[in-house]
């Protein structure tokens, strides 16, 4: 049996400027997304996804590659993960017998509303699913692939399947892991980073997912419409970002903490101009109380909901925000951090 894990993540600093070139600041996060490929005698695949489609169904590929389903009233739960097969192909494994594909997600759902939270799930099973898929195809033994070595084929995949949408940085943290700086280019660009000594990060879900494709949709017409007043919003946010990713190299916490305040108002300053909710009513209460504490906060990914980060050098203060939250009805994610990117493991039968 084969395992591919791939850690989520959250954006500490760079959303929307990203876009422009600006380097983004990714924490990749102890929520993993985990694809376990074994074999089986005869076809046709079988495949469970938790937890959207927990019960098997079969499946294989046609001529020309692309997936089909032994039963059609399964697809609208399946869609991404169709549309994630069909772009891989069909696994190189020979012609004798099947595979049993199981797809875990849980680690990226709310226990309870069974809602996403926002973790980058969808490129964390890009990354693992596509892992699983090259390891088949050199067989057993095969080592973690070196990060550098996959991550603009992995980019270039995950930007296929979402319509040409995205930076690439949610895909870079589930490949390398830890606290990296992102930059997007032909050769995307990566540093892996330390946190600044002292500066924790406190991680709050509000309640209700964002759709960050309808965002990024909202953008590209705000720059369509008023592209002078967006490219000044991006260059003060790229500037930020820039100045961000300068105090984590120099591991200066109280700049990185200011900036990471000031890019939270510069995103709500867009959101307000574009026409879009960034900032929510929710984000707006939790960032007074914040804001009386000297805890930096802001939206972490593109707003509107999901998670928002908050970030201090005084536990204490964090601890308060997080009765807060908690008295407020929202609840604050028990997230640490992956050191770990993308993982595969071979199993001997003994061991699956």
């Known amino acids: 049996m ?105 680690d990226c759902f709310d226990a309870d509303t069974g809602e996403k939270l926002g973790l980058g799930s969808s490129a964390a099973l890009a990354v693992a ?92 017409g705000y720059r369509h419409r008023r592209g002078d007043d967006c490219q000044r919003r991006m260059a003060t946010m790229a500037d930020l970002a820039e100045a961000g990713l300068r105090a984590v190299r120099r591991a200066d916490g109280s700049a990185l903490l200011a900036i990471i305040d000031a890019y939270g108002r510069a995103m709500a300053d867009l959101g307000e101009a574009a026409g879009l909710p960034i900032w929510t009513d929710d984000h707006r209460r939790l960032a007074q109380w914040a804001t009386r504490h000297g805890i930096a906060f802001k939206p972490s990914g593109a707003g509107g909901g999901d998670i928002a980060m908050a970030a201090a050098t005084d536990i204490d203060a964090l601890a308060g925000l997080a009765r807060h939250a908690r008295t407020s009805g929202y609840r604050v994610l028990p997230l640490a951090a992956s050191r770990a990117g993308l993982h595969l493991q071979w199993h001997t039968a003994s061991e699956s």
């Open 2 to 106: 084969l395992t591919a894990r791939a850690p989520g993540k959250l954006i500490v600093l760079g959303e929307y400027a990203v876009l422009d070139g600006a380097p983004a600041l990714v924490q990749a996060i102890d929520r993993q997304t985990e694809v376990r490929v074994s074999w089986r005698p005869g076809r046709p695949h079988r495949l469970r996804a938790l937890p959207v489609a927990p019960q098997p169904v079969g499946f294989d590929f046609d001529g020309q590659g692309r997936v089909q389903w032994c039963d059609d009233s399964i697809g609208p739960s399946l869609a991404y993960v169709t549309t994630l097969l069909n772009a891989l192909g069909s696994p190189m494994i020979g012609s004798d017998g099947g595979l049993d594909v199981v797809i875990d997600t849980r």
């Open 129 to 220: 699913l596509a892992g699983a898929w090259q390891a088949l195809a050199s067989g057993p033994g095969r080592t973690d692939p070196a990060p550098r070595d996959c991550l603009d084929r992995m980019i270039a995949l995950h930007r296929d399947i979402q319509g040409g949408q995205g930076s690439g940085a949610d895909v870079a943290a589930s490949v390398f892991g830890g606290l990296i700086a992102y930059r997007p280019g032909a050769m995307a660009e990566v540093e892996s980073l330390v946190v600044p000594e002292g500066v924790e990060w406190m991680w709050i879900w509000l309640g209700r997912s964002a759709s960050t494709t309808n965002f990024l949709a909202g953008m590209a």
